[in-house]
């Protein structure tokens, strides 16, 4: 089992940045991949960037060239950080993990991972 605790969520005004972290425990070693999610008041929940063991790294079109992941797998922590932050970005964000190895497009499918964490919220004003 692995088990993911995300923080760094909060309010920010547009044009902000913010950067979320994610603490992995457990079997961590099983990891392949790594990602991190967001989901809207009355919205699907939806890929915004992920990343292998590698450290290969992709990301939704709505976000490439403001959010970059990285991960220190000395810590298992992964991270998020967003930058020019959009309204638009509001949502509650999760981090997820799957031991399975996949595609860079899978990668952004909320159903290939099976682990996930509670979740941080970021609120983002105009």
């Not at 088990?3 to 950067?19: F, I, K, P, T």
């Not at 976000?63 to 298992?76: C, L, M, P, T």
């Not at 930058?83 to 990668?107: G, H």
């Amino acid at each position: 089992q692995v088990q993911l605790v995300e923080s760094g969520g909060g309010s920010v005004q547009a044009g902000g940045s913010l950067r979320l972290s994610c603490a992995a425990y457990g079997y961590t070693y099983s990891i392949y991949y790594m990602g991190w999610f967001r989901q809207a008041p009355g919205k699907e929940r939806e890929g915004v960037g992920t990343i292998d063991s590698d450290g290969t790294t992709g990301y939704a079109d709505s976000v490439k060239g403001r959010f970059a992941i990285s991960q220190d797998n000395a810590k298992n922590t992964l991270y998020l950080q967003m930058n020019s932050l959009k309204p638009e970005d509001t949502a509650m964000y999760y981090c997820a993990a799957d031991a399975r190895r996949m595609t860079i497009v899978q990668a952004l499918d909320v159903m290939k991972y099976k682990y996930w964490g509670q979740g941080t919220q970021v609120t983002v004003s105009s």
